[in-house]
């Protein structure tokens, strides 16, 4: 049953994604892309392009998007997978923040926590690699668009929505 | 109070384009700065504790603030108030998208921005590895999360279980040796 299989999966990506937002993507897309096929790569790069310019977070947004197209267009699917998602965290945190002091000293934790702040970094890396298909990368001008665009962004600070509206223009022009 | 928290985190979910790590310094200032329901102390307390848990920080933040503010109900109120925006906006546009989505204009457009999405999650894989610093450590395990997701196709939920394990291994061992050299 669909609706299951949506909360069993969001619920799991609510349960296992540390770092946040880009450190999510590979096991959203572990999951949406490769495992069930709910999505495709391409489909999933729009939503990812879509979220850097709607308002909320890349995992709520994916889990209402796919929660409504992978139930064939219903409403009930978007709430599934969204409240899957954040089930994890709210009874987590709900147990947490009565002991947030211990929490924020416990030597323990921290430890867990330095193992997995490398592989954050490796997270994000595969999900840029995941993206780089040839669905994505159509010609030489995609090329020139992914260099251009980093550049502005990882040099100039240039802000995410106005490379997207940038590049959806040069998209517009150039194919 | 409820409906004062369920606005501040209604506000925070609607305006905040970008993803959850954009909107934590938008709940530091309603919260901390205009509200004056935290202080500084005890937000920057509660923002390491969420930025160690699971989920989403956004999410995990709105639980945070909520229960110290309002308790239980103050919690649930708050996630819901942070939910409800992007939850419906994406909601509309997933409806409105399966009609859209052949035109081809609209697929010329995200042509040119998908390689742009592309370079934008880039920069972060160097920005966090230069936040926690390049060793040859943390660069290879870094590394090795890399090859084992992308090529090897292992899932990231193993990989993170490792990591943690790991992580909580090496503490082990540090905290035995300082005990036996006396400190």
Known sequence: MIYLELFYTFFKIGLFCFGGGYAMLSLIQDEVVHHNGWLTMESFSDIVAVSQMTPGPIA??????VGYTASGGNVLGSIMATLALIIPSVVMMSIVIRAYKKFSQNKAFQGIFSGIRPVVAGLIAAAVLNMATPENFVDYRSYLLFSASFLAAYFYRVHPILLMVLGGFAGYLMY | MCWELFKVFFRIGAFTIGG?????????????????????????????????MPGVIAVNMAVAVGYKVRGTKGSLVSVLGAVCAPFFSILALAIFFQNFRDNPVVERIFMGMRPVVVALIAVPVITTMRSIGLTYATGLIALAATILIWLLGVSPVWVILVAGLGGYIWYRIETNRKRRRGL
């Open chain 2, 20 to 52: 959850g790590l954009a909107m934590l310094p938008v709940i530091e200032r309603e919260v901390v700065e205009r509200k004056k329901w935290l202080t500084k102390e005890v937000f920057t307390d509660i923002l390491a504790v969420t930025q160690t």
């Open chain 1, 60 to 65: 709520i947004n994916t889990a209402t998007y």
